[in-house]
C-alpha cells in the first residue's frame, strides 16, 4: 500500500508540528528531510530509533501499531527545518537507516515551512 503522509503546515519559529503517515507491513520506516535528502529518523519494528544530529532532543519518531501510523513529533522548529519532508519504509530489516538509497517506499511528501 502506498504510504500517506499527512500533518505539514507552518508554523513560527520554535513552533512544533507533529506529522503522520500511514505504514503497515514494514519493518523499517523512517522521515528524511526532501526525496532522497537528509535523514532525520528512523525506527524498526522493535521500536530502536535513530536521530541524526540535527534534530536529536527536538524531534521523535513512533510508530503506533495498532492504526499502522508513523509519527514524527517536531518541535524547536527553526527556519531551516523548512523543507518538504517524505516517510519513507523498507519490507527488510533497518540496514542504512538514514540512507535514503535503501528505502524503497515513499510517501508523496508534506511540506514544512517555519518562519522567522
Known amino acids: 500500500a502506498p504510504l500517506v503522509e499527512s500533518g505539514g503546515g507552518s508554523v513560527p519559529f520554535g513552533g512544533s508540528l507533529r506529522l503522520s503517515c500511514k505504514v503497515s507491513?514494514?519493518?523499517?520506516m523512517a522521515w528524511f528531510k526532501e526525496r532522497q535528502g537528509t535523514g532525520l529518523a528512523s525506527i524498526d519494528n522493535?521500536?530502536?530509533?535513530r536521530y541524526a544530529d540535527a534534530v536529536k532532543g527536538r524531534f521523535t519518531i513512533t510508530q503506533d501499531k495498532s492504526t499502522g501510523t508513523l509519527i514524527l513529533e517536531m518541535s524547536g522548529l527553526k527556519p531551516e527545518d523548512t523543507a518538504t519532508y517524505y516517510c519513507?519504509?523498507?519490507?527488510?530489516?533497518?540496514?542504512?537507516?538514514?540512507?535514503?538509497?535503501?528505502?524503497?517506499?515513499w510517501g508523496q511528501g508534506t511540506r514544512v515551512t517555519v518562519s522567522a
Open positions: 519513507a519504509a523498507e519490507i527488510y530489516p533497518c540496514t542504512g537507516y538514514l540512507q535514503p538509497v535503501l528505502y524503497t517506499y
Open positions: 507491513g514494514y519493518q523499517c
Open positions: 522493535d521500536g530502536i530509533t
